[in-house]
């Protein structure tokens, strides 16, 4: 016996046309948070078909109720479908002109239940209805199951169940993604494609530039991926590119300290990929220049809104994609409170570092002012080319294989990544291109068991400062 399964957030059945104005209902809110969805009729709530008699007029009046009652009109595919051998229903609806409002009241999907919609909420969307680009997260992608990077999405899972914000513990790509309704039949919504899946939807543009202007770089990358790796690699670009004080306390550790606090960094990022305007088919950016560090999304600030609303005064945030930004509260990434730039704030202001927030004409802008430290970084490393000067976060790697050999995966755990990626792998690379890092196995360059070890070279480099300058007092 064919089972369609539990109703979701953008899934419902109904067991009869007799429950036409609760179907209507249920439409409306599921257009009002993911901009489409599926209805059945014909099947019980628990998913199991039970089949309805269908005429013509069957199908006129399910027409009829929608156009009539449903604002602004949409145009649903309305089929019959042979589910166990007994006729139902099967409507396949969207629209992106939110708010939607069935006989004349507007309701959002909660779960399977569809509530009404707060006069707060409402607002939001009135303010946000010519930004259309929230029905982009919500759309059916071009992605499989097969295509998901299950590696991350264990992860993702882990972090979200031990944060107590879901109550269910990784099975299978298909049933947790079910149950986080990121997940249409067989493909996935263009959030999860984001979020899990290897595509150029989320691509990140990073550069160094030589001068204050955007003009010459002594570095340039792009790439693209999952939002989970893109905002690591963006962050380790950054480390890898920005100044580290060293100081000694009497204990036995150094401690280093970037001139950029990592944690409004991190905010930064992922709050440039949640509200990210995907439609727009930019990529986000890092730039770091001499006097400061920008991170950039094409994704235009809430109209009506400045960003002094949410820093000095506790306005409600009006969100771009809130798929992504549920799926992101979950594991702890984000909190969904419109709290990001304050937090931003807050760790600059306790760190002596500036940071604007600049509104563009195509997007939205963080840019973190940097300071010279004098005497930060003076000479240079001995043993590399001249000029080349160790950044915090190839020490850390070469630190990672003081003891004993550690593979690239063991190594980014040790950092304290999920899993490593392109940037920590070009990283090693240049490690054992400058003679401080060497494979275990190195006739075989690829096999599964190969780690790195620290040379004889890395190790000379090991001791005390490692090429840094104690703080002066």
């Known amino acids: 016996m064919i089972s369609l399964g539990i109703e979701t957030e953008t899934l419902e059945f109904k067991k009869s046309t007799g429950e036409m104005k609760e179907a209507v209902d249920s439409i409306c809110a599921i257009l009002n948070k993911h901009g489409a969805g599926e209805l059945y009729f014909g099947v019980r709530s628990d998913g199991i078909p039970i089949g309805q008699t269908i005429t013509e007029k069957t199908l006129r009046d399910i027409s009829a109720a929608i156009e009539n009652h449903i604002t602004p009109q949409i145009f649903p595919e309305i089929t019959v479908t042979y589910l166990n051998e007994r006729a139902c229903i099967l409507i396949k609806f969207e629209g992106a002109n939110i708010p939607y409002f069935a006989y004349g009241k507007a309701k959002i999907r909660v779960a399977d239940r569809d509530l009404p919609l707060a006069p707060e909420q409402l607002e939001e969307y009135i303010l946000g209805k010519h930004d259309l680009s929230n029905a982009w997260e919500g759309g059916v992608s071009n992605c499989s199951i097969n295509d998901v990077n299950e590696e991350i999405l264990k992860y993702y899972i882990m972090r979200a169940y031990e944060n107590n914000r879901i109550n269910f513990k990784y099975s299978d790509p298909c049933t947790v993604l079910s149950k986080l309704s990121l997940i249409n039949?067989?493909?996935?919504?263009?959030?999860?494609?984001?979020?899990?899946?290897?595509?150029?939807?989320?691509?990140?543009?990073?550069?160094?530039?030589?001068?204050?202007e955007r003009l010459t770089f002594n570095d340039i990358k792009r790439e693209h991926g999952n939002i989970f790796e893109l905002v690591e690699s963006a962050e380790l670009y950054i480390k890898n590119n920005i100044r580290w004080k060293v100081m000694f306390d009497g204990s036995l550790e150094r401690k280093e300290t970037p001139e950029i606090p990592t944690a409004a960094l991190r905010e930064a990022?992922?709050?440039?990929?949640?509200?990210?305007?995907?439609?727009?088919?930019?990529?986000?950016?890092?730039?770091i220049y001499p006097n400061r560090v920008e991170i950039y999304n094409p994704g235009m600030f809430p109209k009506g809104r400045t960003?002094?609303?949410?820093?000095?005064?506790?306005?409600?945030?009006?969100?771009?994609?809130?798929?992504?930004?549920?799926?992101?509260?979950?594991?702890?990434?984000?909190?969904?409170?419109?709290?990001?730039?304050?937090?931003?704030?807050?760790?600059?202001?306790?760190?002596?570092?500036?940071?604007?927030?600049?509104?563009?004409?195509?997007?939205f802008?963080?840019?973190?002012?940097?300071?010279?430290?004098e005497g930060?970084?003076?000479?240079?490393?001995?043993?590399?080319?001249?000029?080349?000067?160790?950044?915090?976060?190839?020490?850390?790697i070469m630190q990672a294989c003081t003891t004993s050999p550690h593979s690239s995966k063991e190594i980014a755990v040790a950092l304290g990544y999920a899993t490593h990626n392109s940037y920590i792998r070009r990283t090693l690379t240049a490690l054992r291109e400058d003679g401080?890092?060497?494979?275990?196995?190195?006739?075989?360059?690829?096999?599964?068991?190969?780690?790195?070890?620290?040379?004889?070279?890395?190790?000379?480099?090991?001791?005390?400062?490692?090429?840094?300058?104690?703080?002066?007092?």
């Not at 067989?186 to 989320?202: M, P, Q, W």
């Not at 549920?326 to 570092?353: H, M, N, P, W």
């Not at 802008?365 to 430290?373: G, P």
């Open 185 to 212: 039949g067989e493909k996935l919504l263009n959030a999860a494609k984001v979020l899990f899946c290897d595509t150029i939807d989320a691509e990140l543009q990073m550069a160094v530039f030589a001068t204050n």
């Open 269 to 287: 990022l992922i709050n440039s990929f949640c509200h990210k305007d995907y439609s727009a088919q930019q990529s986000n950016e890092v730039a």
């Open 307 to 363: 960003p002094e609303d949410y820093i000095e005064k506790e306005e409600r945030p009006i969100r771009r994609n809130p798929l992504l930004a549920r799926t992101l509260y979950y594991s702890k990434d984000v909190e969904s409170f419109g709290t990001g730039l304050k937090r931003i704030k807050q760790e600059c202001d306790a760190a002596c570092v500036k940071v604007e927030f600049k509104e563009m004409k195509s997007g």
């Open 365 to 373: 802008l963080v840019a973190f002012l940097r300071k010279d430290y």
């Open 376 to 396: 930060q970084v003076e000479g240079q490393v001995e043993g590399q080319v001249e000029g080349q000067v160790e950044s915090g976060f190839r020490i850390q």
């Open 436 to 473: 401080l890092l060497e494979f275990t196995i190195p006739e075989k360059p690829g096999s599964r068991l190969q780690k790195y070890r620290l040379t004889e070279k890395g190790r000379a480099m090991m001791p005390s400062d490692h090429g840094f300058t104690q703080e002066k007092s």
